[in-house]
C-alpha cells in the first residue's frame, strides 16, 4: 500500500506547472519528497525481509534481491536529496536541554540534510552485498 500510495502522489503531482508560483513549486516538491521516501521505506523493508531470509535460509536469490531492493532503496534516497538539495538549506539540529531550553553545546554545530544521511543509506547496501549465510 505505502509503494502504491507514494507512486499516485507522484502522478498526481507531475504535470503541475509550478513555474510561476513559488509555494505551488515547495508544496509540489514535499509531494515528491515524501513519496520518494515513502518508496525507500518500501524497498527498505523489502530489502530487509529478504536479507534476513538469506542470513536464516541461504539462497544466492535471497541476497540478490535484498542488494536489488537496498540499491532501489537507495535510489530514492537520491531522489530525495535531489529534490531538496535546491530548496532547502541545512537546518540546525535543536536538541535542546530539557532543563533550560538551551541547545546544548554538543549539538550547536550539528546541521540536517537528507543528503547528509546518504552515506548511511548506502551503508545498507554494502551490508547485503557482504551479508553470508552460516549453515546451522
Known amino acids: ?11 498526481l503531482v507531475k504535470n503541475i506547472s509550478t513555474s510561476n508560483n513559488n509555494t505551488l513549486m515547495f508544496e509540489v516538491a514535499d509531494v515528491k519528497a515524501w513519496a520518494n521516501m515513502g518508496l525507500h ?5 523489502k ?4 536479507l534476513q531470509t538469506y542470513r536464516l535460509k541461504g539462497g544466492d536469490e535471497n541476497k540478490q534481491n535484498a542488494i ?12 530525495v536529496i535531489s529534490i531538496t538539495r535546491p530548496l532547502y538549506n541545512n537546518m540546525p539540529l535543536v536538541h535542546y536541554s530539557e532543563q533550560n531550553g538551551v ?3 554538543e549539538n550547536q ?7 547528509k544521511l546518504r552515506p548511511d543509506v548506502a551503508k545498507d547496501v554494502a551490508t547485503a552485498k557482504s551479508a553470508e549465510y552460516v549453515s546451522k
Open 1 to 11: 500500500m505505502l509503494e502504491r500510495d507514494c507512486k499516485e502522489a507522484i502522478e
Open 41 to 45: 521505506f518500501a524497498e527498505k523493508i
Open 47 to 50: 530489502g530487509a525481509v529478504a
Open 68 to 79: 536489488s531492493h537496498l540499491e532501489n532503496a537507495l535510489q530514492y534516497w537520491d531522489e
Open 103 to 105: 541547545r546544548s553545546k
Open 109 to 115: 554545530f550539528l546541521e540536517f540534510h537528507w543528503e
